[in-house]
């Protein structure tokens, strides 16, 4: 796995290209759709030194065949090939993701909760959280759901690193520790 600079040097290269030939949203797309892709692999498959170059460049071919080898993506997923990092198109995915979100004035919160919300519970969460969240520069909060029963009940927000928990399992926890168990 690449550092973090190292994924966010290659994001920062996708995105100023995409950004010279005004495909900064389209190259975006097709760089979630590859990232997607990879990360529902099992195991690690393209780890760096697992395959040799011709066999990389075929991947990467076979990757981009739908952009074609020619646009943007299929370029720099060639490069990727070349320089045996196409197992990082995630990491590079979040990076490219976030540089699109901080031009755009977005700002994306995690949510997690034990079942399923609605649209409207989502937005108004969005909405008391957009003040965290960079709101008052008038950005768009984008929520991002996660359902995770452990929480049992209520939900966990993450903005910008600061994590708000409203957890059932966390407000259990603390009572046992107040009377005296291990939570």
């Known amino acids: 796995m690449i550092s973090g600079a190292a994924a966010r040097r290659y994001a920062r290269a996708l995105f100023s290209l995409a950004g010279e030939e005004n495909r900064v949203q389209e190259t975006g797309q097709d760089l979630a759709q590859l990232a997607d892709g990879l990360g529902r692999l099992e195991g690690d498959p393209l ?7 011709a066999q990389r ?31 990082e198109l995630p990491a590079i995915d979040e990076c490219y993701r976030a540089m699109e979100d901080e031009v755009e004035g977005r700002v994306r919160i995690a949510v997690r909760s034990a079942s399923e919300l609605t649209a409207a519970e989502l937005d108004s969460i969005a909405q008391r959280f957009a003040d965290l969240a960079g709101g008052r520069t008038g950005g768009t909060v984008l929520p991002e759901l996660e359902v995770d029963p452990d929480l049992l009940g209520g939900i966990e927000v993450e903005v910008q690193g600061r994590v708000f928990d409203g957890s059932v399992r966390t407000r259990l926890r603390r009572l046992a520790r107040s009377m005296g168990g291990n939570g």
């Open 47 to 53: 780890a760096a030194g697992r395959m040799g170059l």
């Open 57 to 87: 460049q075929r991947i990467a071919v076979a990757m981009v065949a739908g952009a074609g080898e020619g646009s943007t993506i299929g370029r720099f997923v060639r490069l990727l090939a070349k320089k045996d990092r196409l197992a």
